[in-house]
């Protein structure tokens, strides 16, 4: 299994600023994801955040409204930049260990935009 | 494109009942299914991994098996408890590790 953790857990931002949200795993894995949970829908994939070099981003997400840094193999942060009201959601890290890749999630990140 | 549909939304249930919970997919070409609890306000919780060679898996009061030909895979739960009242979803990752999710079962056990 992993412990994931997040940092911060919720935050109420203003329209026209940016948040870094931190995710903190207790042992090295290679695949770490970021996912979004808008209001009332489930979740959706961001990106995968690669370590060592630039993260791959579904379709529908860019590096500028989403940069994601992977400096190690137990660290990621995802900057949601530019923020409007429409990026109030539940951002979720996630790893994948195991022969199986099995998933597991950090607790999430609940994010407000005003 | 993949497609991940859960049936029922809701449903309320009295304390003891055995329930299903019903995911389908459309893409049969899928690595692995798994099911997961999310609480409110809450981050997932894994349940169950079903490998896409395997027809089911248990823990506990909780059996999930897939049927890949088909599409679809069903959580079993039996005896319910009033502590099983979460959000249930259903998550198929493709080949190239991108899980696709379900809307979700959102499941009441009254007391």
């Known amino acids: 299994s992993a412990v994931i953790s997040q940092k911060p857990s919720r935050d109420i931002c203003q329209r026209g600023t940016s948040l870094t949200i931190q995710c903190q795993v207790d042992?090295?894995?290679?695949?770490m994801f970021w996912y979004r949970q808008q209001p009332g829908q489930s979740l959706t994939l961001i990106a995968t955040?690669?370590?060592?070099?630039?993260?791959?981003?579904e379709s529908g997400f860019v590096i500028d409204k989403f940069p994601i840094s992977r400096p190690n193999l137990t660290f990621s942060t995802l900057t949601v930049s530019n923020m409007s009201p429409e990026d109030s959601s539940i951002y979720l890290c996630?790893?994948?260990?195991?022969?199986?890749?099995?998933?597991?999630f950090g607790p999430g990140t609940r994010l407000t935009v005003t | 494109k993949q497609e991940v549909t859960q049936i029922p939304a809701a449903l309320s249930v009295p304390e003891g009942e055995n329930l299903v919970l019903n995911c389908s997919f459309t893409d049969s070409a899928i690595y692995n299914l798994q099911w997961f609890r999310q609480d409110p306000g809450k981050g997932l919780t894994s349940l169950l991994l079903i490998q896409s060679s395997q027809r089911e898996q248990t823990s506990g009061r909780l059996n999930a098996s897939l049927d890949k030909s088909s599409g679809r895979s069903t959580l079993y739960i039996a005896a319910s408890q009033p502590g099983d009242s979460a959000t249930y979803l259903c998550?198929?990752?493709?080949?190239?590790?991108?899980?696709?999710f379900g809307a979700g079962t959102i499941l009441r056990v009254k007391s």
């Open positions: 042992s090295q894995v290679t695949m």
């Open positions: 996630s790893v994948a260990k195991g022969s199986s890749y099995e998933q597991y």
């Open positions: 998550a198929v990752k493709e080949y190239g590790n991108k899980l696709v």
């Open positions: 955040a690669n370590q060592g070099s630039e993260a791959t981003y």
